[in-house]
């Protein structure tokens, strides 16, 4: 059962279901409004054992309120290149709350159904406490980005692509941080070739080459991993291979299947060669893929 406040699904086999929701109802005052269509602004679409998840009215709305309805499309959601840097001047408090308004109606988009503006909307909410003109018309260039693809959907491809069970893909974008020389990751988790999962965030600690940002990348991303083969075993559709990860980097590879102790890689914090554990119990499998071919990239930088 998932429950948020009062919006509530129940899954697992049909029989089971109506007679947990009729034991659910007669404890507490709610409806049944049978099969889903909407939850929590996003709206379900069924086509066979096809699933599409999209959240189109929501943002129609969100355009309208912003002014953004007949904005000029843009390409992508944050121009090529761009970093945004912080304000250390005087806060202007209506430009303050404008922006934050717009930052999280976009974080709602993001987190629901659209990983293609993760990076530039976690990069942009980084500056909500004292934005500047720059930062807002950066946040309404992601508007006009989404008024071009308001009706982009997530599918899920049911039987045929639950074929391919779990499978992920993780990258990094080395000392990406001007100041702190931190590196930034993503990464992305399919399930029935549709996204389930999907991060883009600043890692905690500095790197001090690309292969460790890779593999302290490749780490995070294989505990979401197993978090879900967990979430999938618990649901009773246990993961009987290994989930595969593709990442860009030969060395991340090397040092997630070879537990040696190497005088380069001595000093990494030892929570991430948890990785190594995972490898060697066969819960994942990593594969090398070029950088121009993985999905993940648009979770590490502002890409043309």
């Given at each position: 059962m998932v429950a948020?406040?009062?919006?509530?699904?129940?899954?697992?086999?049909?029989?089971?279901?109506?007679?947990?929701?009729?034991?659910?109802?007669?404890?507490?005052?709610?409806?049944?409004?049978?099969?889903p269509t909407k939850f929590l602004s996003m709206t379900i679409q069924y086509d066979g054992d096809k699933i599409q998840l999209d959240q189109t009215k929501y943002l129609e709305k969100v355009l309208e309120r912003f002014g953004m309805t007949n904005a000029k499309p843009a390409w992508t959601p944050m121009v090529e290149g761009y970093y945004p840097e912080k304000h250390e001047g005087?806060?202007?408090?209506?430009?303050?709350?404008?922006?934050?308004?717009?930052?999280?109606?976009?974080?709602?988009?993001?987190?629901?159904?659209?990983?293609?503006?993760?990076y530039a909307v976690t990069k942009m909410a980084q500056h909500c406490a004292n934005p500047t003109e720059e930062h807002l018309q950066k946040a309404l260039y992601i508007m006009k980005y989404l008024a071009g693809t308001c009706k982009y959907t997530l599918v899920f491809e049911g039987r045929k692509g639950m074929g391919q069970g779990l499978e992920s893909y993780t990258d990094?974008?080395?000392?990406?941080?001007?100041?702190?020389?931190?590196?930034?990751?993503?990464?992305?988790?399919?399930?029935?070739?549709?996204?389930?999962?999907?991060?883009?965030?600043?890692?905690k600690s500095i790197a001090t080459s690309s292969t460790e940002a890779e593999y302290m990348a490749l780490s995070d991303c294989a505990k979401q991993i197993i978090w879900l083969r967990i979430l999938l075993k618990e649901l009773g559709m246990p993961m009987k291979v290994s989930?595969?990860?593709?990442?860009?980097?030969?060395?991340?590879?090397?040092?997630?299947?070879?537990?040696?102790?190497?005088?380069?890689?001595?000093?990494?914090?030892?929570?991430?060669?948890?990785?190594?554990?995972y490898v060697e119990n066969d819960e994942v499998s990593l594969f090398y893929i070029p950088t121009d071919q993985n999905p993940a990239d648009i979770f590490t930088k502002p890409l043309g």
């Open positions: 948020y406040v009062d919006d509530i699904i129940f899954f697992g086999l049909k029989s089971l279901c109506d007679q947990k929701k009729k034991e659910f109802m007669a404890t507490w005052e709610c409806r049944d409004l049978g099969t005087p806060n202007n408090a209506v430009l303050t709350c404008k922006y934050q308004s717009v930052i999280g109606s976009l974080l709602y988009l993001m987190l629901g159904t659209r990983p293609d503006i993760a990094s974008d080395y000392a990406q941080d001007p100041t702190h020389r931190l590196s930034q990751t993503g990464n992305l988790v399919l399930l029935a070739s549709g996204v389930v999962s999907w991060k883009s965030y600043t890692q989930t595969p990860i593709y990442v860009d980097n030969q060395g991340a590879i090397f040092n997630a299947s070879n537990p040696v102790q190497e005088r380069r890689t001595k000093h990494i914090d030892v929570r991430y060669h948890l990785i190594r554990q």
